[in-house]
């Protein structure tokens, strides 16, 4: 069931989002001071492309203060928006019986773009 309820996300627009967060971390890996969060881009980027079947989890090893540090730039410099527009999305999709499953996952990327530093994202 999860490899065709993945399917179904990728042709209603997983394939899209997927693709921003590549581009938005490849344009933030250019700079040295940005490759920590191009990084972070890349993992939101990777769970945005196969979502179902996956967690996000807080990491044993989260790297402590530097992770706290590095979520609070990350939400001033654009992450409140990005998991506002994943709320947004999963709110409009939950209006809908058959859009529940897919707003479930909109909302699990919201947490995540929310403050990505110090989570993993592990198979179930």
Known sequence: MKPFMNILWLLFGGV???CEYLVSSLLMMITIIGIPFGIQTLKIGMLALWPFGKEVHTSPDSGGCLSIVMNILWLFLGGIWISLSHL???????????????????????????TPFGKEIVDI
Do not use: D, E, R
């Open 88 to 114: 947004a999305w999963g709110v409009l999709l939950c209006i809908t019986i058959i859009g529940i499953p897919f707003g479930m996952q909109h909302f699990k990327l919201a947490g995540l773009a929310l």
């Open 16 to 18: 899209f989002v997927a």
